[in-house]
């Protein structure tokens, strides 16, 4: 399955401090996205690195890639309140779009307390 | 539109009618796909189409699931005598040319409750 799984399955932190989720994929991948998930709303794009890069920032986003493990973390740093929602990761085996939609785990649900 | 419409944004049906949920991909994207989310859950594939074209249907839970998208814009799932376990949240997405297909741009998705 090109799923990812990801972990922790909840994780509550405090507001200021760092949170890290990770990613585990079965396949090998073209390149790895993550997205987050606000409540009632849809998927909003975070983050893509490919299979070649091992660390990729964007803002106060973090994710690295260990293809020999075939994991990913994503850190946020300095959470704050609006950044608790669902984070789901999607690792992609090919290139490009087409019938090799992404498919999802059920997400790490993080909660940033005020 | 700057993003992904989808309509209605919730619907309430009653076990065995029939329901249309509609989605308006960002104009010019190619891909569209729709999702399934129970709650707590994350996003289950239905089903794929490249244009006009449903290339992958695998993710459809039954006959009673069918999705079009007859001029390669607008889709519309179908559900046919909805049942309780179909309650759930139905996402679309789309996704452009080459570079930017690698991503997928989701609605807020309709909400389906079946009574």
């Known amino acids: 399955s090109q799923q990812g799984e990801e972990d922790p399955q909840a994780l509550s932190i405090q507001e200021g401090e760092n949170a890290t989720m990770n990613c585990s994929y079965k396949t090998s991948i073209n390149n790895l996205q993550w997205y987050r998930q606000n409540s009632g709303r849809g998927l909003v794009h975070l983050i893509l690195i490919r299979s070649n890069e091992r660390e990729k920032h964007s803002g106060r986003l973090r994710v690295t890639l260990d293809t020999s493990k075939k994991s990913s973390s994503l850190l946020i740093t300095a959470s704050r309140a609006a950044d608790t929602a669902s984070y789901f990761c999607a690792p992609r085996r090919r290139p490009g779009g087409g019938a090799d939609g992404l498919t999802f785990g059920k997400g790490t649900h993080l909660i940033i307390q005020p | 539109g700057a993003g992904v419409s989808q309509s209605p944004r919730y619907k309430v049906a009653k076990r065995g009618q029939d329901v249309a949920l509609r989605c308006d991909p960002i104009s010019g994207h190619v891909s569209l796909f729709w999702y399934q989310q129970a709650l707590g859950q994350g996003p289950e594939f239905l089903t794929y189409?490249?244009?006009?074209?449903?290339?992958?249907k695998s993710g459809l839970p039954s006959d009673r699931f069918f999705a079009e998208r007859p001029e390669g814009s607008v889709s519309t799932l179908k559900i046919q005598r909805t049942q309780q376990e179909d309650s759930a949240v139905y996402l679309c997405a789309s996704s452009g040319h080459r570079e930017e297909g690698q991503k997928l741009f989701f609605g807020s998705g309709t909400q389906l409750s079946v009574l």
């Open positions: 189409f490249q244009n006009e074209a449903q290339l992958d």
